[in-house]
């Protein structure tokens, strides 16, 4: 049983573009889609979301607060040492992610028995190893499509 979602945010729940000024990091979209998934259908089917991301940002930070996610993790570069900080039994777990520095996490919870999923524009070593594959693109719903896959599995 999926307990938890992990979620990397850039080219996930973004469409990976990082839009820099001359001060840094200036504006990241966000689908509304994804939001709802998260606030109205994962949360209320006691699947908890953890964001694991390489990257710091204030504008994430806010996103989650907006969405109500409560477990932030920014600026990892060691991903799949904190998944297994922050989450003792993989194979409650569903993960997306669509690049590289996702592998690590998504090969440890799939080795378990867990559920990985990724946006169509993922690379194609993270669509190799996916048991789920959106038909859209990070930041364009992907995040949604796999909530729904994953609440409406008859093992969740």
């Known amino acids: 049983m999926i307990k938890y979602l992990v979620l990397d945010v850039d080219g996930t729940l973004t469409d990976g573009k990082i839009y820099m000024g001359p001060s840094g990091e200036a504006m990241k979209a966000f689908n509304i889609k994804d939001g709802c998934g998260i606030h109205d259908i994962l949360i209320p089917a006691d699947i908890t979301p953890v964001i694991?991301?390489?990257?710091?940002?204030?504008?994430?930070?806010?996103?989650?607060?907006?969405?109500?996610?409560?477990?932030?993790?920014?600026?990892?570069?060691?991903?799949i040492n904190k998944l297994r900080e922050l989450i003792g039994e993989l194979d409650t777990v569903a993960y997306i992610g669509d690049d590289i520095n996702d592998l690590s996490c998504m090969t440890a919870v799939k080795e378990v028995g867990g559920v990985i999923g990724c946006p169509a524009d993922a690379v194609e070593k993270v669509k190799t190893i996916a048991d789920f594959i959106s038909p859209h693109n990070g930041g364009d719903g992907a995040v949604r499509d796999f909530i729904e896959w994953i609440v409406e599995r008859p093992s969740n």
């Open 52 to 79: 694991i991301t390489g990257r710091k940002s204030n504008i994430v930070l806010n996103r989650c607060r907006e969405l109500g996610i409560g477990q932030v993790h920014q600026g990892v570069s060691d991903k």
